[in-house]
């Protein structure tokens, strides 16, 4: 197969974008995607360390959403100490409202909210500040919202980052939850593990777990023989030694977003060419990390207490390997 606008000589390209392992946990999302599409609301939650895929494992749920005729619209959280209310549902909505399925009608809550939907609202509707106590009016639109939506098209919700999201977002998401009984709706949560544990978020996944519904996946990293996999897959099957295997595997410890950066930068860096029959590699002594790999570190290194850093000081300095010295016992001498 040759590509549009290349010649048959032109030099292969690395495959470095690649799904691999995460069967049981993508069945798992299926599953729950059959259920909500059949009229048994569901909610998975997604957990895992950041960067070892959550997102990605969530995506590959799209082609399956497709061949059920369902959509799936994303809402993302964000990292800000400025959270807007119900901030990760607004994204959601507004997509439904784009993909033509959201009921119409006058939605005088969610308009202040979601500004595509304030053009359903009356004209003679006062654009006043939310009062806090429409609250649980706004959750009756929200769930009405859904609810019809879901009539048009069974939906799959993702929310995003949600250990970053506002309280109100979590409020919303629990009140919608209790409310869906027939509904055609699947909803995808992801956390990072490194939050779920704490504060907030450990107490609403508590609250959540009460619903029979709901089902926790914990995300591990990839293990050495799918990352031998995703290795082999980028270099189109070449033949992969195991000094590659373990350089890569030192490096990351198996999260593919480490995976993924340390392939690009030893990429950009000339590690790979292609002799012509297939690829080939030359390990590097010293590789520059990216900024990516090095802000991920820092984030877990982050978290942990003072005493635990002054172990890790000493612990780097003296690297990953060490010999121990057993001096003879008085009686062995």
């Known amino acids: 197969v040759v590509l549009a606008g290349t010649g048959s000589d032109a ?3 690395l495959m470095l974008n690649r799904f691999v392992g995460r ?3 993508l069945r798992s999302l299926v599953t729950a995607l059959d259920l909500g599409v059949h009229g048994t609301p569901q909610a998975r939650l997604v957990i895992g ?5 959550k997102s990605t494992l969530v995506r590959q749920l799209l082609p399956e959403a497709r061949l059920r005729g369902a959509v799936m619209v ?3 959280a964000m990292e800000s100490e ?3 209310p119900f901030g990760v549902w607004t994204e959601a909505l507004a997509s439904i409202y784009e993909l033509g399925i959201a009921p119409s009608r006058s939605w005088p809550l969610l308009g202040r909210l979601v500004a595509p939907l304030r053009a359903l609202t009356s004209a003679a509707t006062p654009a006043t500040p939310l009062d806090p106590l429409q609250g649980h009016h706004l959750l009756e639109e929200l769930v009405a919202y859904l609810r019809g939506a879901s009539e048009a098209r ?14 109100a977002s979590w409020d919303a998401l629990e009140y919608v939850l209790a409310q869906l009984t027939t509904e055609r709706v699947c909803i995808a949560l992801t956390i990072r593990s490194e939050e779920a544990a704490y504060g907030v978020v450990r107490e609403r996944r508590q609250r959540l777990s009460r619903d029979e519904r709901v089902r926790e996946l914990r995300l591990e990293r990839l293990t050495a023989h799918e990352v031998r996999e995703w290795l082999q897959g980028a270099l189109h099957r070449t033949e992969l030694d195991d000094e590659l295997l373990d350089f890569v595997l030192r490096h990351t410890e198996g999260n593919p977003f480490l995976v993924m950066q340390l392939l690009r930068t030893m990429a950009d860096e000339g590690v790979f060419s292609h002799g012509g029959s297939a690829w080939v590699w030359m390990i590097p002594e010293s590789l520059a990390l990216p900024a990516g790999m090095s802000d991920l570190v820092g984030r877990r290194l982050s978290r942990l207490p003072a005493s635990a850093l002054r172990i890790l000081v000493p612990a780097a300095a003296i690297g990953r390997t060490l010999p121990l010295l057993i001096w003879p016992t008085t009686e062995a001498a």
């Open 11 to 13: 030099a292969p390209q």
């Open 154 to 167: 069974p939906l799959t919700i993702v929310l995003e980052d949600m250990h970053w999201a506002d309280v």
């Open 49 to 53: 360390e950041a960067g070892v895929g």
């Open 82 to 84: 400025s959270r807007p």
């Open 74 to 76: 994303t809402g993302r």
């Open 23 to 25: 069967a049981s946990e």
